[in-house]
């Protein structure tokens, strides 16, 4: 099981950029579908990006998508998520988790077994 630390969250002005990391333990982190996600308070955890294993494939939710990019580097243990056209709305604590090796890509985070300590991103309008 792989244990994920993020870094790169801190507070931005609506319009601006940030570039969340998640750094990854084990040898075969190829293999680990992985997942960006956030929770604003009150509300429930939500998806935002993910990455199949191998990488072939990526998703978005809606909210996100054409803003945020998700990539990641298989031989560095890493994946990223670049925010652009931050808005207040986008504040929240984000999360990098990840599924069984070689499980498919899903949106539910009830699915999602192992998760980072989270990273706070904050937009300020």
């Known amino acids: 099981q792989v244990q994920l630390v993020e870094s790169g969250g801190g507070l931005v002005q609506a319009g601006g950029s940030l570039r969340l990391s998640c750094s990854a333990s084990?040898?075969?982190?190829?293999?680990?579908?992985m997942g960006w996600f956030r929770q604003a308070p009150g509300t429930e955890r939500e998806f935002v990006a993910g990455?199949?294993?191998?990488?072939?494939?990526?998703r978005y939710s809606d909210s996100v998508k054409g803003r945020f990019t998700v990539s990641r580097d298989n031989a560095k243990n890493t994946v990223t998520l670049q925010m652009n056209s931050l808005k207040p709305e986008d504040t929240a604590v984000y999360y990098c988790a990840a599924r069984a090796p070689l499980a498919p890509l899903v949106t539910s985070w009830h699915e999602w077994p192992t998760w980072g300590q989270g990273t706070q991103v904050t937009v300020s309008s």
């Open positions: 990455s199949s294993w191998g990488g072939g494939t990526t």
């Open positions: 084990g040898r075969t982190f190829g293999r680990y579908p």
